[in-house]
């Protein structure tokens, strides 16, 4: 277990859970509880029928590299044997307004979600988080039409209307361009996830260390300051406490 994993507020298991309904069908949706950053948990939900996450205010930016692997997990063994088509209204499941579609960038990659207007979250298609997390990457028009000589209708990963490859590029429902698997773009975002949560997840020893020097030396500073004297007088330090200090700022760094 890493160091950063005891500083998360421990889990109340019988605190009752308010359940959040999906805006594309109603049903209550299952609940993922992930690390978030700096510290701590979030509760994130997701409906198989629908393929689609919903996340409370911010807690898509507060995901961790273990979080959205996680999530990438989930979302790879939730495959229901038909993709219901969302329907055009979709209430938030907080206060009930309707969702507005919402256009998104992430670095160069376009991404769509549905926001509340009142800012309580925002509901995410399956695909949609993949695009966002870099999974799965928009068919070139050069691989587009490699697959009109082949396939004449596929599926929304997004909505799961129908797309008709002969008339468009992209869902005529929800706008989400057709897009692909990519097993060497999965490869190379797994790498960096994991990676990121080594580093996020590990203390580097030594930085522990020049960090309690450089505290108690400013310590030595401050405290000469304040009684008017320098020179080598000993300053009595809780070596402790200036660790646990470092080692947040560490980990918060």
């Not at 507060?62 to 209204?89: M, Y």
């Not at 549905?114 to 979250?121: Q, V």
């Not at 468009?168 to 975002?189: E, G, H, K, W």
Request: glycine fraction near 4%; charge should be negative; charged fraction near 25%.
């Amino acid at each position: 277990m890493s160091f950063a994993s005891f500083l998360r507020p421990p889990i109340d298991a019988n605190a009752p859970e308010k359940p959040t309904p999906c805006p594309g069908c109603g049903v209550t949706m299952q609940t993922l509880r992930l690390p978030r950053k700096p510290f701590g948990e979030e509760a994130v939900d997701y409906c198989v029928s629908c393929q689609a996450l919903w996340f409370d205010a911010f807690e898509s930016v507060q995901l961790t590299p273990g979080a959205t692997l996680t999530l990438f997990d989930t979302i790879r063994r939730s495959t229901p044997a038909t993709v219901r088509p969302l329907p055009s209204l979709l209430p938030c499941p907080r206060c009930t307004l309707p969702l507005e579609v919402t256009h998104d960038l992430q670095r160069t990659t376009r991404f769509t979600y549905y926001r509340c207007p009142a800012d309580h979250g925002r509901f995410t298609p399956f695909v949609q988080f993949l695009r966002e997390k870099d999974f799965v990457r928009p068919l070139s028009p050069a691989e587009l039409a490699r697959l009109r000589e082949t396939i004449r209708v596929v599926q929304c990963s997004s909505c799961g209307a129908p797309v008709d490859l002969e008339k468009d590029t992209a869902c005529p429902y929800c706008r989400a361009p057709i897009a692909i698997l990519d097993p060497d773009a999965v490869n190379a975002t797994v790498r960096a996830l994991e990676s990121a949560e080594t580093k996020r997840t590990t203390i580097d020893v030594d930085a522990v260390v020049d960090s309690i020097l450089d505290a108690h030396r400013r310590e030595r500073e401050e405290s000469a300051s304040a009684l008017g004297w320098s020179g080598n007088g000993a300053v009595a330090v809780d070596l402790v406490a200036l660790g646990l200090a470092a080692a947040a700022n560490l980990l918060t760094g």
